[in-house]
């Protein structure tokens, strides 16, 4: 569900109060990247580890979340891996 316009993007205000910080670290996954959060490197926090956000132009308006992702992304091996490993036993 979408927040409400008039409402306004929702940020955890911890994030304002530290901005004279160089590096932010921050759980808040769900806080919308203002403006002022332009060229500022955040670590955010994925539930395993911190991962280094820097802010760009085109990221305002998103939510942090969505720039650290919680999953891996799944590689296969190839199958010729396999065929060396086993004639290398032979």
């Known amino acids: 569900m979408v927040r409400a316009v008039w409402k306004g ?3 955890d205000i911890n994030l ?22 332009l060229r500022k490197c955040f670590f955010v926090y994925n ?3 911190f991962i280094k956000v820097f802010i760009k132009e085109e ?3 998103y939510k ?3 720039f650290a992702w919680t999953k891996k992304t799944c590689i296969f ?3 010729k891996v ?5 004639i290398k036993k032979s």
Do not use: D, H, W
Not at 82 to 86: D, P
């Open 9 to 11: 993007p929702f940020f």
């Open 16 to 37: 304002i109060t530290n901005f004279y910080i160089k590096v932010i670290k921050t759980c808040a996954r769900y806080s919308v990247i203002l403006p002022q959060f």
């Open 47 to 49: 539930g395993k580890k």
């Open 59 to 61: 990221m305002i308006g």
């Open 64 to 66: 942090f979340g969505e």
């Open 77 to 79: 091996k190839s199958k």
């Open 82 to 86: 396999g065929k060396i490993l086993k």
